[in-house]
Structure formats: C-alpha cells, structure tokens
C-alpha cells in the first residue's frame, strides 16, 4: 500500500492572521494555501499576544487539514530582525569563525537584544580580515513560534526572515539585470508596518522595520483576509505622504551615512499587503526617480505570500565554500537562526 507523504508547511505571523502555503516537496506542487483571520491582534510589535487562541486555531487547522506531524517552517515577523557586517580575523577557519562569533557576541559585536539566535557566513575575504554578514534574532521569541508549532502538532524545521525569502522569489523570476554591485532595495509595505532591506551583490547590507501608529485603527480586516480603508482619503494621502517621507530619509541615510555618497539606491522592489499595490507602485514613481517594480508572486500566489513561496525555495542543505580573495555571492542564505529538528 502507497502513503501519500504530508506537504511541508510554510507559516508567517502578522498582526491580525496567520498566512499558510502547503507544498508537495516531491513535486514542488502547491497543494494548499490561505490564511487564518483573527478578530483580535495576535502580535504586538512582533510578539505572540493571546496565546490560547493562537494556539487554539493552529490546533484546529491542522486537525482539519490532517497535516499532524508535517513538518513546518516559518517566517519571524520583522520587527526584531539584525543584520551586521563585521570583520573577523583572516586566520580562523568556519568552525573558527563560529567560536570567535559566539564570544564577541554583546561584546565587540555589539546586538539591541541579548541571549539572540546568530548566524553568519563569510562574504569577503583580504590578507587581513575576512568579513562576514550576521543575522540575529531573540532566542526567546525563536522559542515562542518553536513551541506554538509543536503544541499545534506540527515539526518545526527551520525558520527564517521574510526579505531573505523575498530575495529568492527576485532572484528565481530573474527580475533585477545589471550592475551586481547596484543597491536594490526590497520594500514590503503593509497597512501597519513597513519592512526596508537593501541587498547588493545578493548579500543583505542595511535593514530597517517599522510601524505605522498614526491611523491605524482606520484600517479594517475582513474575514476573507483583504484590508480595507476606512478612513478618508485625504487621511490616506496624509498617511502615505509621511510614509514616503521616512522612505526618503532612509535613502538619504544609506546614501550618505552607509555608503559615505559614493553611491545610492539603484532600485525598489515592492511587495506585501498593501490593498491597492498599483496605485503604491504609481505614487512611488511620481516620488522617486528610480525604477519601481512590483514583485510579481508564481503560481498565482498573492503579493504577500510572496515570502512564502520563497521560504519554500530555501536550500534544504548548507553549502560550505572556503572565501577566496574576493566578494562571495550569498547565493541562497541558509540562516539557522533557528531551528533545526531536535534542537532544544
């Protein structure tokens, strides 16, 4: 008798719902996706609130799915997200690099939190230092989303951060060409947060997340998961006036204060759930003189599933290359801030 083997389960928290996408590995078939709706937040800044109910409806869905003992990953919200580039002494080997990262962690390697998840892998490498690229993220709300998917029945894996699986999604449709050294900036724009990361030569260089408290309230969920404004429209073009204008300024600081004006953004690639994406991709236009593109999703998925599908083509095993005497790509970051099965 033929078992039918359960899809990997894909899953990213926002405030109000929790998105899911169903993948047949085998055949890299979509076999399932949606969304649960809350009518409360279920995050405040980025942190699990109402935890029974959390639990309650993930419980549910995957008793109502049959995907009990399926293994899944997810995605952590944004908002504790740390990106680093740091030199290292040339001389330490990966395993190395590990220790001497773990040490100067909080030390030299100065983090917003501490007890954090770290990862890093070697972009660069001279005759002195070689340098590396480090995400981290707090090891207590790792362990939060950990346990919330086990108590639901399901095996977590790993987890990862939304702009590197956006990244992959930009990579797979082939959507940016030129210059590998340009700067492109990944915008995830949803009603209340914000999600900057600029990447260049397919490496993560600046992150930034934030969230939008002035009318907030005037954005509305339905139960089929779309939001909807209810506020005026002069307060939505108050509202995206002052969102553009924080935009502008972290441009004008990654121009001057990251890259000392020796370059700027090259481009603006624009995802998430905002309700009216052509209508952002216009007045993004009429702002800046940049190219704009909206990131379209494969398979029909939606514009904020769009992390989900590319935390699907994440690499199921790690690639260990010795750095040579110039700039590595970052083909596919495979950061383990997380979880790996069997790991307490």
Same mark, same amino acid.
């Given at each position: 008798?033929?078992?039918?083997?359960?899809?990997?389960?894909?899953?990213?928290?926002?405030?109000?719902?929790?998105?899911?996408?169903? $993948?047949?590995?085998?055949?890299?078939?979509?076999?399932?996706?949606?969304?649960?709706?809350?009518?409360? &937040?279920?995050?405040?800044?980025?942190? *699990?609130?109402? *935890?029974?109910?959390?639990?309650?409806?993930?419980?549910?869905? %995957?008793?109502?799915?049959? !995907?009990?003992?399926?293994?899944?990953?997810?995605?952590? &919200?944004?908002?504790? %997200?740390?990106?680093?580039?740091?030199?290292?002494? *040339?001389?330490? =080997?990966?395993?190395?690099?590990?220790?001497?990262?773990?040490?100067?962690?909080?030390?030299?390697?100065?983090?917003?939190?501490? +007890?954090?998840?770290?990862?890093?892998?070697?972009?660069?490498?001279?005759?002195?230092?070689?340098?590396? *690229?480090?995400?981290?993220?707090?090891?207590?709300?790792?362990?939060?989303?950990?346990?919330?998917?086990?108590?639901?029945? $399901?095996?977590?894996?790993?987890?990862?951060?939304?702009?590197? =699986?956006?990244?992959? @999604?930009?990579?797979?449709?082939?959507?940016?060409? #030129?210059? &590998?050294?340009?700067?492109?900036? %990944?915008?995830?724009?949803?009603?209340?947060?914000?999600?900057?990361?600029?990447?260049?030569?397919?490496?993560?260089?600046?992150?930034?997340? =934030?969230?939008?408290?002035?009318?907030?309230?005037?954005?509305?969920?339905?139960?089929? #998961?779309?939001?909807? !404004?209810?506020?005026?429209?002069?307060?939505?073009?108050?509202?995206?006036?002052?969102?553009?204008?924080?935009?502008?300024?972290?441009?004008?600081?990654?121009?001057?204060?990251?890259? +000392?004006?020796?370059?700027?953004?090259?481009?603006?690639?624009?995802?998430?759930?905002? &309700?009216?994406?052509?209508?952002?991709?216009?007045?993004?236009?009429?702002?800046?003189?940049?190219?704009?593109? @909206?990131?379209?999703?494969?398979?029909?998925?939606?514009?904020?599933?769009? =992390?989900?599908?590319?935390?699907?083509?994440?690499?199921?095993?790690?690639?260990?290359?010795?750095?040579?005497?110039?700039?590595?790509?970052?083909?596919?970051?495979?950061?383990?801030?997380?979880?790996?099965?069997?790991?307490?």
């Amino acid at each position: 008798m033929l078992f039918k083997s359960k899809p990997h389960i894909y899953l990213r928290f926002y405030d109000k719902s929790i998105h899911y996408l169903a $993948l047949d590995i085998q055949h890299k078939v979509i076999v399932d996706n949606g969304e649960l709706v809350f009518d409360t &937040p279920i995050l405040i800044e980025g942190r *699990v609130e109402n *935890v029974p109910l959390v639990k309650t409806r993930l419980d549910a869905l %995957v008793k109502e799915k049959k !995907w009990k003992n399926a293994k899944a990953s997810i995605l952590l &919200p944004d908002d504790f %997200v740390t990106i680093r580039h740091e030199d290292i002494p *040339v001389q330490l =080997s990966p395993s190395e690099a590990k220790d001497y990262v773990d040490l100067h962690v909080n030390s030299s390697i100065r983090l917003p939190f501490d +007890n954090p998840k770290v990862d890093f892998e070697i972009i660069e490498r001279n005759e002195d230092t070689q340098r590396i *690229v480090l995400v981290a993220y707090p090891s207590e709300e790792v362990r939060q989303y950990w346990d919330t998917l086990k108590e639901a029945g $399901l095996k977590p894996q790993t987890a990862d951060f939304s702009a590197l =699986s956006v990244y992959r @999604v930009i990579k797979e449709t082939q959507l940016l060409g #030129g210059n &590998p050294d340009d700067h492109h900036l %990944v915008l995830q724009w949803h009603p209340l947060d914000m999600s900057i990361t600029v990447f260049s030569n397919d490496v993560p260089h600046f992150n930034r997340h =934030s969230r939008f408290s002035t009318l907030n309230h005037a954005w509305s969920l339905t139960n089929e #998961g779309q939001w909807v !404004w209810t506020g005026s429209d002069e307060e939505l073009d108050h509202l995206t006036t002052n969102q553009l204008d924080g935009l502008e300024r972290f441009m004008d600081f990654y121009r001057f204060s990251v890259l +000392n004006g020796k370059g700027s953004i090259s481009s603006v690639i624009l995802t998430g759930s905002y &309700p009216n994406m052509i209508d952002l991709e216009g007045v993004l236009k009429e702002r800046f003189d940049l190219p704009i593109h @909206v990131l379209n999703t494969p398979m029909n998925l939606k514009s904020e599933d769009a =992390s989900l599908y590319g935390l699907s083509l994440k690499s199921t095993k790690k690639t260990s290359k010795t750095p040579k005497l110039k700039t590595k790509k970052m083909k596919d970051k495979q950061t383990d801030i997380l979880v790996e099965e069997g790991e307490a």
